[in-house]
């Protein structure tokens, strides 16, 4: 379980999550959305000790998220996969899932390859050179390779087609589904990635302003007005 209770979250003076608590349970996908600049991004980074200025407590498994101790914190099985390029794309898309795997099992590939066959197509193309959802996908991968248990994505599908969006999306539920692995998923494809997650959080301005099933969102015809 990842627990956040009345955290607060600064850069310099400006304030931007505030008195934020959440409980998310192994084994769910959920969802975050709002605006741009409602904390999203901010709020991954603290959950995963990457934000220096953070009051209130977060823990997972009893242990408690220290600001500036990423790397432990992914030791306990938190994957983050930030926002925007995060291959390497002079080497291949081997040698970047076995680089992400160094400090577990670099073997592992296989079982990544399992879950996206099209690496294992492209296994020797220079990562750049893939298409974006496949780099996208390959992001995924590395992430995984870490063996997260909880795994933080922040808007893996930026800049992609429609129907590669849910490529990417429905992998995320594979993830989620045959390996157990919780997934938190920031989106701007709102709609799109409610049809995934089985919750929703909405934040705006750095607070929780709606907290539930994701089906309520999908069915309530103003959802908008939340935003
Ligand atoms: N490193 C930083 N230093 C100073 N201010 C920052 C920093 N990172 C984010 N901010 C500010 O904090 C606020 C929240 O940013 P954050 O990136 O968490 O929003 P977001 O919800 O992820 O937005 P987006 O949808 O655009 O990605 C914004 O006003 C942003 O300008
Ligand atoms: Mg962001």
Known sequence: MLQAENVNAYYGKLQVLHELSLT??????????GHNGAGKTTLLKSLVGDVSQVDGTIHYHQHAILAGQVHLNV???IGFVPQGNNVFRELSVEQNL???GLMHDTAYAE???GIFPILKERQLQQAGSLSGGQQQMLALGM????RPRI???DEPTTGLAPIVVKDVLSSVRTIN???GTTVLIVEQNVQATLQEVERAIVLKAGRVIFDGASKQLLEENNLWHLF
């Open 75 to 77: 030791r306990r099985g």
């Open 151 to 153: 795994l933080l994505l």
């Open 24 to 33: 998310i349970t192994d084994g769910e996908r959920v969802g975050i959305f």
């Open 143 to 146: 992430a995984l390779m870490t």
């Open 98 to 100: 076995r680089i992400a």
């Open 111 to 113: 079982s990544v390859y």
């Open 177 to 179: 589904q045959s390996e």
